[in-house]
């Protein structure tokens, strides 16, 4: 895409005592305006696993709360089995067994954390289970609704590496109404964003440079920004897949991940910078000729050369220095308004 002001045209025959005598030229003129070039293409965003964790809890599935692909974070419940919820929290430790007061061990450091960060525990998160754990238990217990015991039994917690995480349960498995018998590997971990490739063909992707600006479309309208990575050419199709990465760091939809559906492929719109856009004084690119030096000008409606350097083209127009606005300059013939 080239966004330049309107520039006059009018097609003449040279006169004879020019040395271009007989062919046909046009006249353009100089004006501000800018120049810029984009590439639309398809880009697609999918989320890729990260890790999986097990369910150990035995009974019915009572409730399925989150959706595909939710953020959930420590305490939040994954879904209820004969209604005692399951929820998550953070450690690289799984559920093994019964947790309670007079135990040790990196599951109770985990168990810990959690009381902690749920306000229920102000105790030395040490992996050790005395008095204050015991009491965070009950009182965790009571704010959701199970009996307060003051053990934490092997299914009533899934431990995932990493909270807060976007997660995707197996509906197959955990769905109202199935039976769990624990071990089933049913949470799956996604990616803290998801993975966006457009798909190129070799030529395409030789007009992009590398760290290339990218407008993407939302799924639901959003506008996010990133940049051209890697590419990846696949030898049997040929296909280039270029990925893209964020501008600042953070994930490329930022706090708008939650809009990329779980599961298969989203596509989306992505407006590749191929030249970036410079302002100035615009011309056709066609009306700029090679001197003898090996400089480069532009002949005004005298007849008169005029030399010239060249800031930026895109699409068939220039931004130039060296002329003034209004000058009016010779194009060939064929050169129409198209080349904008």
């Given at each position: 895409?080239?966004?330049?002001?309107?520039?006059?045209?009018?097609?003449?025959?040279?006169?004879?005592?020019?040395?271009?005598?007989?062919?046909?030229?046009?006249?353009?003129?100089?004006?501000?305006?800018?120049?810029?070039?984009?590439?639309?293409?398809?880009?697609?965003?999918?989320?890729?696993?990260?890790?999986?964790?097990?369910?150990?809890?035995?009974?019915?599935?009572?409730?399925?709360?989150?959706?595909?692909?939710?953020?959930?974070?420590?305490?939040?419940?994954?879904?209820?089995?004969?209604?005692?919820?399951?929820?998550?929290?953070?450690?690289?430790?799984?559920?093994?067994?019964?947790?309670?007061?007079?135990?040790?061990?990196?599951?109770?450091?985990?168990?810990?954390?959690?009381?902690?960060?749920?306000?229920?525990?102000?105790?030395?998160?040490?992996?050790?289970?005395?008095?204050?754990?015991?009491?965070?238990?009950?009182?965790?217990?009571?704010?959701?609704?199970?009996?307060?015991?003051?053990?934490?039994?092997?299914?009533?917690?899934?431990?995932?590496?990493?909270?807060?995480?976007?997660?995707?349960?197996?509906?197959?498995?955990?769905?109202?109404?199935?039976?769990?018998?624990?071990?089933?590997?049913?949470?799956?971990?996604?990616?803290?964003?998801?993975?966006?490739?457009?798909?190129?063909?070799?030529?395409?992707?030789?007009?992009?440079?590398?760290?290339?600006?990218?407008?993407?479309?939302?799924?639901?309208?959003?506008?996010?920004?990133?940049?051209?990575?890697?590419?990846?050419?696949?030898?049997?199709?040929?296909?280039?897949?270029?990925?893209?990465?964020?501008?600042?760091?953070?994930?490329?939809?930022?706090?708008?991940?939650?809009?990329?559906?779980?599961?298969?492929?989203?596509?989306?719109?992505?407006?590749?910078?191929?030249?970036?856009?410079?302002?100035?004084?615009?011309?056709?690119?066609?009306?700029?000729?090679?001197?003898?030096?090996?400089?480069?000008?532009v002949i005004d409606d005298a007849g008169r050369r005029r030399p010239i350097t060249v800031l930026a083209s895109a699409n068939g127009m220039s931004v130039v220095e060296g002329v003034a606005e209004n000058v009016r300059v010779r194009i060939p013939a064929t050169v129409d308004e198209t080349t904008r």
């Amino acid at each position: 895409m080239t966004t330049a002001t309107a520039w006059a045209l009018s097609t003449v025959t040279t006169p004879k005592e020019d040395p271009t005598a007989g062919e046909a030229y046009a006249f353009a003129t100089v004006r501000e305006g800018e120049v810029g070039a984009t590439l639309t293409l398809n880009a697609i965003a999918s989320w890729a696993p990260s890790s999986t964790a097990y369910n150990q809890a035995t009974g019915i599935v009572t409730s399925v709360p989150p959706d595909p692909g939710t953020e959930v974070h420590p305490g939040d419940e994954l879904f209820a089995v004969d209604l005692r919820p399951v929820v998550a929290a953070s450690g690289e430790v799984p559920a093994f067994r019964d947790l309670g007061r007079d135990m040790d061990g990196a599951d109770i450091e985990q168990l810990q954390a959690l009381l902690a960060s749920l306000g229920h525990y102000d105790g030395t998160v040490d992996g050790v289970a005395r008095d204050a754990t015991d009491r965070a238990i009950r009182a965790w217990q009571k704010d959701i609704g199970v009996p307060e015991t003051g053990v934490v039994e092997v299914g009533s917690i899934v431990f995932l590496p990493t909270l807060p995480a976007r997660i995707s349960l197996d509906r197959e498995v955990v769905a109202r109404g199935k039976r769990l018998d624990g071990g089933e590997p049913v949470i799956l971990t996604l990616s803290p964003a998801p993975e966006v490739t457009v798909p190129a063909t070799p030529a395409q992707s030789a007009l992009i440079p590398t760290e290339a600006t990218v407008t993407l479309n939302g799924s639901s309208g959003e506008l996010w920004t990133a940049r051209v990575g890697e590419r990846r050419r696949d030898p049997e199709t040929d296909q280039v897949d270029i990925t893209l990465t964020s501008v600042d760091g953070q994930a490329i939809c930022g706090d708008e991940c939650g809009a990329v559906p779980v599961g298969g492929e989203t596509v989306l719109d992505a407006t590749i910078t191929t030249a970036e856009t410079v302002s100035g004084l615009i011309l056709p690119a066609a009306a700029i000729v090679a001197e003898a030096g090996g400089g480069l000008a532009v002949i005004d409606d005298a007849g008169r050369r005029r030399p010239i350097t060249v800031l930026a083209s895109a699409n068939g127009m220039s931004v130039v220095e060296g002329v003034a606005e209004n000058v009016r300059v010779r194009i060939p013939a064929t050169v129409d308004e198209t080349t904008r």
